[in-house]
């Protein structure tokens, strides 16, 4: 009887995930399913009739340099970011967990370094644009102050334009890393250091093999959201130039691409899938790859 | 002789943050600024005190047939409609983890956090096209609906709610015949208030900021919401207007701001919460 009125109440477990996995089904599940679909056929938004072209998109996808050329780009701007953001993260963390250092404010450092991460993506890209525009401040300040002998188009310069994009990325982004980090940090037992510490190990020893073998889950997941992030990247490329990644693709990225076939005037949604399929498939691959060769071996034989 | 490396360290360190820090706020507090500076004042030099043409650029800003009022009202109220029904289905399907037992429950969860993993905008194509079948582009609706199933929200919620729930008081509900549905209601949403506040914050500043999909979906001017405004603001209309464009781009950030400054506490611990699992 008890065990009848226990099925009856777990059935609700059912009942209340059933929008979430409707939703999932219907906003989530079969627009990828839809994508790869349309990936096939030569598809347009502005005729009715399309064709199944089996992998025609996509060879077309290779022969084209551009594709090749936006997907060195984001890798190009994800790592180039992703480094120093993680580097100094890493350094930040340590100091403001650090008793000796004993840094005060550590809240209130952490809760400024972070606050880029918050700004709107599209408006940060069009602040920076007009930052360095010809007529803008930064070119005011350098040219006030002897840096450059006259102003220059700094958008014009493929270097420079790539440098802001990972320049933006990163600002946007390691303050959150910080927190993350020193979340995992904290949770490290201190009875750990303590007992190295009557060993006499050092700092670096104990950073070494103390807190970072214990931060590595943190390290994957961080690694692995960056890289899911940095794969789709959109606004601050899109918007920091023409929207075309100009100067000359510098900073094209997958998702632009895809934006720019759907957007061509007659509407490639076949092709444009077909860039989506192709950049899904790479970044799912990589991120499920890293999180099952880097996963925590414990935990892994916990979660059963 | 330790007590000085000790100081001296500590001193750079100071140093490195400050630097950091300056580098952190400074293209803010220019947006800002140059938003209340004139564009002749903008062309002159860079400046970095407050001047007195916030008004000025703001009949500009709205003169030129940019509807930023009306900008702001969609955001808003695309941005409560999202944050609303992520934050109640998130946390329905977080109950269901936590409380009841289920076959296929661990798959489930397990799956939640794959989902996490994949980057789903990329599926944006099949997403239009189907809801252009549905009837559904330029409609606020393709926008909402989605957001029913947030895999990071749920996971967020599960990390919450396993913290918080007492089963001792979901039983005593049960004798005292509420129902299930009446007993999340009416027991586990007061208790959970502090997590779906944290919830709601991330979600409504994460739909306020999206560009991309109301990018792809909304069409008619009307609708647009504010990221998609800045975007039109880069047109030919306001090429020369600096002082404007900065005060729209201001307007667009300021109320995150001012929500960062107020709950800012929420905000950090639930970017920790988040990341550390098990």
Redesign the interface.
Known sequence: MQTLAKFR?????????L??????L???L?????????SFTN?TLMSSKAEFIGLKNFERLFADDVFLKAVGNTWLLWLLNFAPQIG?AML?SV?FTNA????KGV?V????????N???????A??????FSF?G?VN??MV?NNFLPEAMHFLQNKTITRGLVVFIQW?MWF??TV??L???MT?IPVALYEAAMVDGATATQMFRHITLPLLK??LV??F??SM?GG??M??IPY?LTDGRGAPSSSILTN?ML??LK?SSSQGH?GA??SV??M??LM??IC??AI?YFLRDKD?AQ?R? | MYKFTTLLLRGLVYLFLAALLLVTLTPIWLLIVNATRSTLEIQQGIGFWPSTHMLENYGILVGRGLNMPRGFVNSLFLSISVTIVSVYFSLLTAYALVVYDFPGKQFFYNFILVLVMLPMQLSIIGFYQYMSKLGLTDSYWALILPSIASAGSVFFGKQYLESVVIRDLIDAARIDGAGELGIFHRVMLPIASPGAFTMALFAFIASWNNFFTPFIVISSVEKYTLPMLVQTMRGDVYRTEYGSIYLGLALTIVPIIIIYALFSRYIVSGIAMGSVKE
């Open positions: 109440r777990n059935y609700y477990g059912f009942l209340f995930i929008p979430f996995v409707l939703a999932f219907i906003f989530g079969y627009p990828v399913y839809n994508t790869i679909a349309l598809t100094i930040l100091w000796r250092l004993n840094i809240g450092w952490r809760a400024l370094f972070f606050l880029p918050l700004l709107m993506p599209a408006a940060v069009s602040l920076f644009f007009s930052l007529f401040p005011q300040f006030q600002w303050g959150n927190i993350i020193m979340a995992g949770s889950p943190i997941y961080i692995v959201t899911v794969m789709q959109f606004d918007l998702n895809m934006y759907f949604i444009a899938s989506g399929v950049i899904f970044t799912s991120s499920l999180f935990s916990t059963k």
